[in-house]
């Protein structure tokens, strides 16, 4: 059974939708990525999976449930989280306070959780008493996904998480995002540096105009000369 | 030696008392915003309705026949405290909850708030008559004469027992306030929803709780901001109506959304106020004995006559607007 199930999604702001028809299919081990040129309704479709707009037709499954139109507040508890693009972290808060807001829904001991987010990203167990926004964008970054997995998602949801960075950062989180998912988390994420994501990318989303134009493994996506030309850029 | 002390009682203590209620009440103002987006106007006639209902209490009690050795308005605080911070829940649940679910601008809650208040007066001139009244009409209102033994003065420093008592439980307010922001798990989520609040509900915070938590604090530090001024002064039906401009240059000044800017804004509008209307000709005086005769030094030296006390707030609001605009704390704009 697919950890996550989107079929046949239709969505939008209000007007006309963004989304019409996308369906979508990840496991529990697979990192996916969805890719396209600009507008094509990548973000809108996290944002849709996530309860942030409503979904007009088609519905979402997760671990066999129906979620669609669900609030996040109802969608944390049950083992998703999600990582906006922009403003990401509470600028005020420490660092630290960052993180324990992830884990706002627990009520458990979250220490374990903090310890492995800091050996995940050493530097922000440095800058923990620190508040978030004085953080280079990068470390920011860190902070985004730290707070997102401190809930101890089942499926992490990562819009363009290396939007921004320079490319020593950009190598630096596509690596976590590898071992997040070997440590048991389904992926599924947005991304503009398209080739370098589809490269460990078990499963690949090509969306143009709001509808699924290819999927395959991240390597067949790569390989496929059609998707090359018009999405890759040559 | 007397004309310091009498700068002692008119503007440290004055100033400490006035800072003190505004500070409170800031701090709801600030809360209100920073959660909910809204100016909350009809914050002035939530203090003074906790103010009726610390009196309400107080007379009960006082009719019972009950006596302690404290003003019993101040002894019953904390079970007005959480009455108002009830009525504040209330009056959300009624009049903004509802607005807030259709998607209101914050225009539309600010104009809400103005209805708020004109019924909340209308509802204390009602049930409670337009009078004034005061505390202490059952209880005597202890003044303290503090003696100064050196420097040949022969004023002594005069301070009453209520005003002590609110210096001193509102300096305890804010440490708890500053405990809960900077420890508590609802703490954190009350100034992570003010700093982010779309972060805050993609982060599975309750919301919900957050916004109620806001209204519980404000409602309960306006109960004893509006009563200390019933204390100090009289209660009256347009008792803190009166202020909600200063509070909310406080509120301003210090930086919407942040409760210790709220703090430090309620503070300095304070003591600005009664340094303003201070006749510091009386502290010149002594200069009068070392210049000649012809100069004479004008009776009144005043800033501001008393009566334009509150024009000082806003002088203060458009110089910081001016020098920082997002207010001491660096505030939100929007």
New interface residues.
């Given amino acids: 059974m697919p950890l996550v199930e989107l079929s046949a999604v239709v969505a939008g702001y209000g007007g006309a939708p963004i989304l019409n028809g996308v369906d979508i299919s990840i496991e529990a081990h697979d990192i996916g990525v969805i890719v396209g040129p600009n507008g094509a309704g990548k973000s809108t479709t996290l944002k849709a999976l ?1 309860g ?1 707009i409503s979904v007009s037709e088609g519905q979402i499954l997760y671990d066999g449930r129906e979620i669609t139109n669900s ?3 109802r ?3 049950i083992g998703l989280s ?1 990582v ?1 693009q922009e ?7 420490t660092v630290q ?1 960052n993180l ?3 884990a ?2 627990r009520r458990d001991d979250i220490s374990e959780t903090l310890g492995s987010v800091y050996d995940m990203f050493p530097p922000l167990k440095e800058k923990r008493r620190q508040p978030a926004g004085e953080l280079s964008g990068g470390q920011r970054q860190m902070v985004a996904i730290g ?1 997102a997995l401190m ?1 101890r998602p089942r499926l992490l949801l990562l819009d363009e998480p290396s939007a921004g960075l320079s490319p020593r950062y950009v190598m630096e989180i596509f690596e976590q995002v590898v071992k997040i998912n070997a440590s048991g988390v389904g992926i599924l994420m947005v991304e503009q540096n398209a080739r370098q994501a589809l490269a460990f990318a078990s499963k690949g989303f090509v969306l143009a105009a709001g509808r699924n134009r290819f999927s395959g493994t991240g390597r067949e996506l790569l390989d496929d000369p059609e998707v090359a030309k018009s999405f890759l850029g040559g | 030696m007397n004309e310091f002390i009498f700068f002692v009682d008119k503007v440290l203590i004055a100033g400490a008392v006035l800072g003190s209620i505004y500070a409170l009440s800031a701090i709801g103002v600030t809360l209100i915003f920073g959660i909910l987006r809204f100016a909350h106007f009809a914050h002035g006639d939530m203090m003074t309705m906790g103010a009726f209902v610390a009196f309400i209490l107080a007379s009960l009690a006082s009719a019972a026949g009950l006596h302690a050795g404290l003003p019993m308005g101040f002894l019953l605080l904390p079970f007005a405290m959480a009455i108002t911070a009830g009525l504040a829940l209330l009056i959300d649940k009624s009049f903004y909850a509802p607005l807030r679910a259709r998607g209101a601008k914050p225009v539309t809650l600010l104009i809400a708030s103005i209805g708020v208040t004109l019924m909340i007066q209308g509802l204390i001139r009602l049930f409670a008559g337009v009078q004034s009244r005061s505390f202490f009409e059952t209880e005597p209102k202890t003044v303290y004469r503090i003696a100064v033994p050196f420097g040949g003065a022969t004023r002594p420093i005069v301070i009453t027992e209520p005003e002590v008592l609110m210096i001193l439980a509102t300096i305890v307010i804010v440490i708890a306030l500053h405990l809960f922001l900077t420890r508590s798990r609802l703490g954190k989520a009350m100034r992570a929803m003010a700093d982010n609040a779309d972060l805050a509900r993609v982060s599975g915070i309750n919301t919900q709780l957050v916004v109620r938590v806001t209204w519980l604090i404000a409602g309960a530090l306006a109960c004893m901001g509006g009563t200390m001024l019933a204390l100090d002064v009289s209660l009256k039906p347009d008792l803190a109506f009166n202020i909600v401009l200063p509070i909310f240059a406080a509120a301003i000044v210090g930086g919407l959304g942040q409760a210790y800017g709220a703090i430090a804004g309620g503070y300095l509008v304070g003591f600005a106020e009664t340094l303003a209307v201070f006749n510091w000709s009386v502290l010149l005086q002594p200069l009068q004995r070392v210049l000649p005769a012809s100069i004479q030094l004008p009776a009144d030296l005043s800033i501001v006559p008393t009566e334009y006390k509150l024009t000082v707030a806003f002088v203060i609001l458009i110089i910081v607007l001016l020098v920082r605009p997002t207010g001491i704390f660096k505030g939100a704009s929007t």
């Avoid at chain 1, 403003?87 to 808060?93: A, E, M, P």
């Fill in positions: 996530f942030l609030e996040p507040d969608l944390v508890p999600f906006p403003k990401n972290v509470f600028t005020s808060l306070e324990e807001m992830g706002f829904i707070r809930s």
